[in-house]
């Protein structure tokens, strides 16, 4: 599972905050506003714009989730580290 975003869009919404206006503010793009709806990857900038945008902290934004099997999955781009991302499972203990 990895990093998940429930937290921002439920914070948004109990600010009656929508996305667009956090695109604006943070000066994201509707693509990497995209990548947070979907849960994928995003650079620790972008969490650091978020949070400063609505002044929080990234464990109000953002969750771990265990896969089924308890394995802690760090869900990272293959060719940014050169590595199989199976050699990144590692089991929670």
């Known amino acids: 599972?990895?990093?998940r975003y429930f937290k921002l869009f439920d914070l948004l919404q109990?600010?009656?905050m929508k996305k667009g206006e956090l695109v604006e503010k943070a000066g994201l793009?509707?693509?990497t506003m995209a990548k947070l709806s979907?849960?994928?990857v995003v650079t620790t900038e972008i969490i650091t714009?978020?949070?400063?945008a609505l002044n929080c902290q990234p464990g109000d934004i953002m969750e771990?989730?265990?896969?089924?099997e308890g394995n802690i999955?760090?869900?990272v781009p293959p060719d940014i580290l050169n590595l199989d991302t199976d050699a990144l499972k590692?089991?929670?203990e």
């Open 90 to 92: 590692v089991k929670a």
């Open 29 to 31: 793009s509707w693509p």
């Open 49 to 52: 714009k978020v949070c400063s």
């Open 73 to 75: 999955v760090v869900k």
């Open 38 to 40: 979907k849960g994928e």
């Open 1 to 3: 599972m990895g990093l």
């Open 14 to 16: 109990r600010r009656g």
């Open 64 to 68: 771990y989730i265990h896969d089924a």
